[in-house]
């Protein structure tokens, strides 16, 4: 391997990149939120640290009329189309392969297949984490699939969450697995995108009770973590995708995660807490869309008006 050719190589992606990103801007904001979570995962790389403090503290400074914070890019979902440029297309045909042929019992085999091929030197294993939002984002069954014995999305994600990882590899592709919860709007988000981790939490219980209690607490690790001056719009994005999930039928009810004796209480309460705070700020919603642009009429205006008719 020739180090000092595939430094040079490097040193020219960074280039091209930060000269995209510097003079090219408007053009990458169509590439939405996804562009941010890749964007942190290269703070560590001072070329792109310059960027990532110029998205948070000074905006202003690509030059881009109307982009004032970072929030708007949270807003903006990644085209499916992006994903396809993450991996390989013999990677995808695989994965597609996977989802669409082999059924749910049966799948040991092509999976130790696919790790052997694609996973099985250490350098590639950071591969999972585009896997995982090629699933979400790019790979959706239709209705046929879903009711089918075909093996689901969550139950490759899960076998991908089992795979031999390192921590921060591992953190990221629970990162790319909630990535649509945390800004979910249903107005521009696709339900599909989301599907997959609230189904792999449920049907992990109880055998595998860990998998659901790792995704609980990452899942609150982003609330009060991910983006604190706008933990709002994370709060926000997490609580409509709860309801949503249960209103379209994705489940049935989120009982089965806030009643389960297994999980811990403090994520039960938590997830209860969410739960509540979106149907109270919903019901304030509501209620402010109905009142009149005068506010409420009181009962003596509303008695004139009606003698005066």
Known sequence: MNIPKIESLRQMEIAFCVRMLRENFSLCLRIGRDLVRLLQDLVHVPEFRSIWKDLLYNPS?????????????????????YFLLRITPEMESQLRFLLT??????????????????????????VVIDIVRFICCAHHPSNEIIH???????????WLLKYDLK???????????????????????NIMNIEPAVLLMVHSIPRYIDITHS?????FILLDNYDVERKEIVSRGISTALH?????????SLDVLTS??????IFKE???????????????EFQSTNIPPGGIPSSSSSLESQTSA
């Open 61 to 81: 400074a690509f030059k881009v009329d109307g982009f004032v914070d970072i929030s708007q890019m949270y807003g903006t979902r990644t085209s499916r189309w």
């Open 101 to 126: 042929r082999v059924k749910f019992g049966s799948q040991k085999r092509y999976q130790v297949w696919f790790a052997r091929k694609f996973l099985a030197v250490p350098e590639r294993k950071g």
């Open 148 to 158: 089918s014995d075909i093996i689901p999305r969550w139950a490759v994600i899960g």
């Open 167 to 189: 921590h921060y590899v591992e953190a990221n592709l629970k990162l790319a697995l909630f990535y649509d919860w945390i800004f979910f709007d249903e107005k521009v988000d």
């Open 215 to 219: 995704l609980l607490e990452f899942l």
């Open 244 to 252: 949503a999930l249960t209103r379209k039928g994705v489940v049935q």
């Open 260 to 265: 389960c004796d297994m999980l811990s209480p």
């Open 270 to 284: 938590r997830l209860g807490k969410l739960l509540s705070d979106w149907q109270f700020q919903h019901r304030k």
